[in-house]
């Protein structure tokens, strides 16, 4: 009825101190919760970023091996043949790369530092070198410019190291200078390679802590193993979406080609690994996983910092409702002769009630869209802002250097809708009372 | 037997605290299609408690009130505001117009809630009804824009838009100077003559009075006796219309 919607329209123009406090204080806190999702979803943008570069493939397929129960090494053998039944049995791949895996101390002349190393065939690699940002010299030197020194591609050549910047400040080394790592080998023995920093890049939060890069032949060297060993295939999928179905499939491929798999287990690589020294069998076994295990340990920051919001959010909804519901039983007492006479009239109870709740609809409508808008604008414009996060706690939750919001249509949408859904249900019960007051006695009705 | 408007025994009770104010006390009355009937009384005598069952916005507590053939008391709320949409059109002491709606909006107003005509058949009954009050000129106005006299106007276009078979009206003309009250009262009965419309008003101004074709007295709840009440001018309907 478009008379009633003209009706709700106007009286609220009619009333534009109830009006716009009420809008004001709607969309403020559409206004926070569209910047709190974009925050959580830049959080997660990077966590996605930072953990499918740095920590994963979308898939992941690496490897147990145990030459006696007590002992167990980040190896998977005979290479050639897994990466055979996984080319052949993921649906929609992009591209594989390999990982080879060892941990190490990593030592200049003036620190020290415990380290994860990865081994990578620069030639293969897709996204990473794009991903990896460098950091300018100030970030790991002191004094140092805001210029960006070396260049990532050259762990092609042999010898070479990429550091995080965090790690190049605790070693004091800057691009050019050589660090040695120092490793143990299978068999026991201690083992060394000197290798040039040909780049530094930029923190990302935890992630970066526990990981340098290395051509892979500096790993296969130091522990001394084959060519025909890699520490983890890196399955990267067209679509990050399938990746845990994915998962599956490979899981099942594998098996059908007779290898033995440990059983899926949420949990980083490196987790596992005591438990799998204490297990009872020798022999190669593979650990398949997609992305989400190996940064587990992160997305707690995700999940607290999203109840965090949704609870506030919830406060200030019901702060607002009581406001709303307030307002709401003024409009009724307001118009209680005038709900009279169009009941008199010949207007039923059900259009009582939805000329009310139109009015608080249109209201929540306008205020949250006005709000969200507001949200987005303020949110892209300190995304594009880049603006640097002060404190290495607070960079280590947000997994990123700098304040990263990121806008998505369907978060606007829920917004929108979820507060409107609100606004509305908090104007239901004054409203249900508006259509079932009796005629005469709201005709009778004196302020 | 016959008759738009037929109350038989009519009781109302109202609680009020310890007590009961007993507003009708078995009231009897018949009123015929196209009457021009005023309820006189002094303050406090029932005037709007019999206009208010009649009108469907109340049910009586005993007795049986019949309106465009329906007994009132069995309806449910749904039926009984489909009653007043369809048989009735009312007209209050003080004008009760949707003050966000321009004149045109508020004439127009019952017919949306009927529901069925088209956009240009609504346009022809809100102009038709508009005109015959007198009040082109103010069509796109607010009511606030408007004066007492003129918003009563409004009030009888809005009644007669849905061409009910009753327009009933509490006081009309409380709230106007007498001169004006005469016009609405005239422009009622103008009505009233060309249409056949049946009125029924109440009233306790006896010039408001002497411009009606029957006056039925009540008091204290109570009609006076038929002969005593009834003074009948020179309107067509006839019969024996009060059972006291
Ligand atoms: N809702 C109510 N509750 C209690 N008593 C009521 C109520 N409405 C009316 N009454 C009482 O019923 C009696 C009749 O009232 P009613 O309003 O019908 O009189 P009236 O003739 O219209 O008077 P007035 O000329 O002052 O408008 C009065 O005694 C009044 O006090
Ligand atoms: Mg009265």
Redo the contacts between chains.
Sequence with gaps: MGVLVSIALRNLVQSPGRTSLLALAIGLVTTFLVLLMSLSLGINENLVNSATTMSAGHVNVAGFWKPTTGTAFPIVTGVGEVRKVVEASTPGLDYIVERHRGWGKIVSETGAIQSGLSGLVAADEGRFFDRLLLAPEAEYKEGGSEQIFGDARRLSEDDTIVLFSGQAKRLGVSVGDVVTIKTETMSGASNTADVTVVAIARDLGLLSSFSVFVPKSVVLDLYQLNEDTTGALWVYLDDIEESEATMTVVRGALLDAGFQLRDHESNPFFFKFEAVQGEDWTGQKLDVTWWQDEVSFLTWVLTAFDTLSWFLTLILVVIIAVGIMNAMWNAVRERTREVGTMRAIGMSQRRVLILFLLESLFLGLGATVIGAALGAAIALGVDAARIPVPSDAVRTILLSNELHLAVHPQSLLVAILSLTLFTSLSALWPAIRASRLQPVKALTHTE | MSGIVRLMDVVKDYPLGKVTVHALRKVNLTIDKGEFTVIAGPSGSGKTTLL?LI?C??VATAGEVLVDGKSTGKLT??QL??L???S?G?I?QSF?L????DIR?NV???L???GGLSKAERQARVDDVVDKVGLRQFASQRPNELSGGQRQRVAIA?ALVTRPAIVLADEPTANLDSTTGTQIIDLMKEINHQDHTTFIFSTHDEKVMKRADRVVRILDGMLEAAGLSESRGPSESGGEQVHA
């Design positions: 208010n009108g916005i109340d709320d749904k505001t489909s007043r949409l369809n009735i009312f209050f009760n949707i003050n966000v709606l909006q127009e107003f019952p949306l809630l009927q809005r």
